[in-house]
Nanobody
Framework: VQLQASGGGLVQPGGSLKLSCAAS????????MAWYRQAPGSQRDLVAQ???????YYADSAKGRFTISSDVAKDTVYLQMNSLKPDDTAVYYC??????????WGQGTQVTVSS
């Protein structure tokens, strides 16, 4: 199974982007769908995640500005990002966490916030 992330791009401060990540097939034992980001020279950090039951979690940096949603039947997760700041510039990765410690990673999509 492969994850395909899309929706990144260049946006001005205060703008919005919506990221999507779809799996190429069904993942048995799927538990959590998540978005991470990694800025140059920094570690990969969790941005938001959502359980298959629809329970979301947000990092402090994302609270109030980002919304994670999912379509479990389609093995797809979304990240709506509003009020973007230059500090949000990073490569955004989706990840699906499943039972037995299985994790599937997407290829990453670049988000650049700049005027």
């Amino acid at each position: 199974v492969q994850l395909q992330a899309s929706g990144g791009g260049l946006v001005q401060p205060g703008g919005s982007l919506k990221l999507s990540c779809a799996a190429s097939g069904s993942i048995s034992g799927l538990l959590i769908m998540a978005w991470y980001r990694q800025a140059p020279g920094s570690q990969r950090d969790l941005v938001a995640q959502i359980t298959v039951d629809g329970d979301p979690y947000y990092a402090d940096s994302a609270k109030g500005r980002f919304t994670i949603s999912s379509d479990v039947a389609k093995d797809t997760v979304y990240l709506q990002m509003n009020s973007l700041k230059p500090d949000d510039t990073a490569v955004y990765y989706c990840a699906f966490h499943a039972r037995l410690s299985r994790t599937y990673w997407g290829q990453g999509t670049q988000v650049t916030v700049s005027s």
